[in-house]
């Protein structure tokens, strides 16, 4: 897109599977087939998931850190040896690359990055990844108002417009903020053999809204369908526990974490996103991109911008389960109708391309260059 090459360089929390991960290194990847020159600095040295072209220069931190026996002066310690002005780690790197741009992405670390490379004068793009109207503690609140008032960034990248709307009561027209969702890999469609399965992926967390997708999915009548959740995480044992609580254990398959969800998704035929709070989610869209019939609670944020309600899916009242349960059995009984809304939902797949989507990131960042 851009005829001069620049040196862009983005800031993650790793490359580990996660929302943040896949956005930043799938940007990374198309903007250095645009010629760019990309860097990659990542503020965990966790075990990457996602993979870079070779072309990227990836820094990962040389020192360890305790993420299974930490303590408070351990977590400082290591925080500070990544993020303090003029000896962090990253502050480091940064003035030896001298990027014409910096893109980083997060919920509270940006604000610390904004304030550890404020003397070097390079603008910063910044784009919260979390439900729009989270709350976050007193000393969260006063390191970001900090930031804003000290050493704002060049602009910010809202993914949804309740998440710009946000930001605009926070900074009002200090800051330009530009609405850009993520982009959406297209997933190659080839003859595969369907099964009856109602899936969702995602951290078995209960955010996550397992919990109450189950107690829908026991409302059904089913015959032959299951559910089928795909993740692994930290309230598992819980989450299973429900399943035999609700008597429906046989006709729930958990499969853990599956590194080829697209192959998952080309099997399954309905996709339900049961979250009670998303930034965008990247696995409704990539459900949506697969062909699949979708169907999301109506959160604060996040589906509204994805799902045009019973067009390319159903929007569903927030924890109205009886209204999620009348949908879901409709789309079990009618093919037509899964097949129509599944169709539709392909689109997605062209709207928020790779390249649509980087083109317009490039755009943003580069474009005061």
């Avoid at 999915?217 to 089928?228: D, H, I, P, R």
Wanted: with cysteine; aromatic share 10%; charged share 20%.
């Amino acid at each position: 897109m851009m005829e001069v090459k620049k040196k862009i360089c983005l800031i993650a929390p790793s490359l580990q599977m996660g929302g943040i991960e896949r956005a930043m290194s799938t940007l990374a990847n198309y903007f250095v087939t645009q010629g760019h020159e990309i860097h990659y600095i990542t503020l965990f040295p966790f075990e990457p998931f996602f993979e870079l072209d070779s072309r990227i220069k990836l820094y990962t931190p040389p020192f360890l850190f305790p993420r299974y026996a930490r303590n408070l002066l351990q977590t400082i310690l290591y925080y500070t040896k990544m993020l303090a002005p003029f000896f962090g780690h990253i502050y480091k790197i940064i003035k030896i690359i001298q990027p014409n741009s910096i893109l980083c992405f997060g919920d509270v670390f940006p604000h610390l990055v904004m304030l550890q490379l404020h003397s070097l004068k390079i603008p910063i793009y910044y784009s919260n990844r979390s439900n729009p109207n989270i709350r976050y503690n007193f000393l969260i609140n006063l390191i970001r108002t900090f930031a804003y008032s000290v050493a704002p960034p060049a602009g910010i990248i809202a993914q949804t417009n309740e998440a710009m709307l946000r930001k605009k009561r926070i900074l009002g027209n200090k800051v330009p903020i530009k609405i850009i969702p993520n982009p959406v890999r297209k997933i190659e469609q080839h003859q595969i053999e369907k099964e009856n399965w109602i899936v969702s992926v995602g951290r078995l967390h209960l955010e996550k809204g397992f919990v109450r997708l189950m107690e829908t999915f026991s409302m059904l009548e089913t015959g032959n369908w299951k559910l089928v959740l795909a993740g692994g995480g930290v309230h598992e044992k819980e989450i299973k526990q429900k399943s035999i609580e609700l008597g429906i254990a046989n006709k729930v398959i958990f499969l853990g974490k599956v590194l080829d969800v697209d192959q998952l998704l080309l099997k399954s035929k309905i996709f339900v996103l049961s979250s009670h709070n998303e930034g965008y989610p990247n696995a409704l869209c990539e459900a949506m991109s697969a062909g699949l019939a979708c169907l999301s609670f109506d959160i604060v944020a996040g589906p509204k911008d994805i799902i045009i309600n019973g067009e390319n899916g159903f929007l569903i009242p927030d924890n109205d389960l009886i209204a999620m349960a009348d949908k879901l059995q409709l789309l079990i009984v009618n093919e037509d109708l899964r097949v129509k809304l599944g169709e539709n939902a392909k689109k997605i797949s062209h709207t928020n391309s790779v390249e649509e989507i980087g083109n317009k990131f490039l755009y943003f960042i580069l474009e005061k260059l």
